[in-house]
């Protein structure tokens, strides 16, 4: 099939959402244009990001769009492939002529984006990017809170969170795919517990898009490790722990670097799993401002899209948060002129679903707000830190 045969195939959706009377006669929509992986291995995923940009914009559109205009998103299918990202944010700005941009999910379709962004000097807010290192476009804004070496910060927080646990582990395994966010987040935990004192007894890698996951649950429960550190994005989590549960493992303790949400907290095999958050759907992050309306929107959206867990919860907040920050930019700029909205978020902090967020750190990072969850009864909660922790809620352990 020829790029020009997969780009059509790749249109996914033009969102219009107009509020009757709300704009200025005659005024032309403001066009945003971005991909999601609609298709593919992060597909799963990437609908949560489809249903919480829909939402938003009739929102925006609610409250009279931007600058008196009425606003359209613009999205494409990218089919989990950063090259063809790569072309259709090319697309979407020299053919569609698109005002604004948004950012795709997951690392690699955002830095093909931000290469594209910044060869056009073009703003790019993005939901998901996990290398923030390699975000050196003066023009990108991170929506995902986890400060500017998370290689560290991030580990250190899971750890500080074992520690507190009734047996902390004194082993540990890191299992990674080289898919590059979760493939650096885990060779910097792989760091962090050395320094830690805990002792590796495995590690090993594979390509994203395996589907092979026996050998590796073989490995694994031959290591027998006191905690299981699994980079992973999408379903490869559940993948693995199906292969472990066929081969009658269960991990003692186990953590999961960026999950499909519904289909690991519905899953049976994932009790007790772990992994990082910005939000959840309980005190103390639900008293955000508008975030009772959001979640009310997103119960009844997801469910009709299909999504095994309708609670909002990390990546639908991060979703939220992007258009919170793209929104915030135009009208502090007053302007769609990228440079002008560029220069107001960096001089000026965001307050979102998931705070107040700054743009002012290394490569426009600002503060790791991560926090450790658990599935428990089928539900994502946070655990740690106290402060952040749903009511009652304590880290389980197997």
């Given amino acids: 099939m020829s790029l020009v045969h997969r780009v059509a195939r790749g249109v996914a959706a033009l969102v219009i959402f107009v509020a009757a009377g709300a704009f200025a006669q005659g005024q032309p929509p403001i066009r945003i244009g971005s991909t999601l992986a609609l298709t593919g291995p992060l597909a799963a995923t990437s609908l949560v990001h489809k249903v919480v940009g829909e939402i938003y914009v009739e929102q925006l559109n609610r409250r009279g769009g931007l600058l008196g205009r009425p606003v359209e998103w613009i999205v494409r299918d990218d089919q989990s492939k950063p090259d063809l990202a790569r072309t259709l944010y090319e697309q ?10 948004m950012g795709p999910y997951a690392t690699g379709a955002i830095l093909s984006a931000m ?7 073009k703003v790019l807010v993005h939901h998901t990017f996990g290398i923030p290192a390699q975000a050196k476009y003066d023009m ?3 929506a995902w809170s986890l400060g500017p070496t998370p290689e560290v910060s991030v580990p250190n927080t899971v750890f500080d969170a074992l520690a507190a646990s009734p047996a902390p582990p004194k082993t540990i395994a890191v299992v990674t795919s080289k898919f590059p966010s979760v493939h650096f987040m885990s060779l910097g935990a792989r760091d962090v517990a050395k320094k830690r004192g805990l002792n590796e007894v495995l590690f090993l890698e594979w ?4 589907l ?8 694994i429960k031959d290591a027998n490790p006191d905690f299981l550190w699994v980079g992973a994005i999408g379903l490869e989590g559940n993948q693995l722990l199906e292969a472990m549960s066929k081969i009658g493992y269960t991990p003692k303790e186990h953590f999961y670097m960026y999950p499909a949400p519904g289909p690991m907290s519905k899953s049976a095999l994932a009790r007790n799993a772990l ?10 992050f639900t008293s955000a401002p508008g975030a009772k309306e959001f979640i009310e929107l997103y119960h009844a959206r ?5 999504i095994p867990d309708t609670a909002v919860e990390v990546q639908a907040a991060a979703s939220y948060t992007a258009w919170q920050i793209l929104e915030a930019g135009v009208r502090g700029a007053g302007s769609l002129d990228d440079k002008a909205i560029g220069a107001w978020l960096h001089t000026h902090p965001v307050d979102t679903i998931q705070g107040k967020l700054r743009f002012d750190g290394p490569h426009n990072y600002g503060d790791d707000l991560m926090r450790v969850k658990q599935v428990q009864d089928g539900h994502w909660v946070t655990v ?9 809620a304590t880290l389980r352990v197997q």
């Fill in 384 to 392: 740690y830190p106290a402060a952040y922790a749903a009511p009652g």
């Fill in 275 to 284: 992994s990082m958050t910005v939000f959840e759907e309980h005190p103390p």
């Fill in 302 to 306: 997801a469910a009709k899209a299909g």
């Fill in 212 to 219: 092979d996951y026996g050998p590796i649950a073989a490995r």
């Fill in 207 to 210: 390509d994203f898009g395996n």
């Fill in 115 to 121: 290469g594209v962004a910044q060869r056009y000097n």
């Fill in 140 to 142: 990108q804004f991170p």
């Fill in 92 to 101: 979407l700005i020299t053919v569609d002529k698109v005002d604004l941009l």
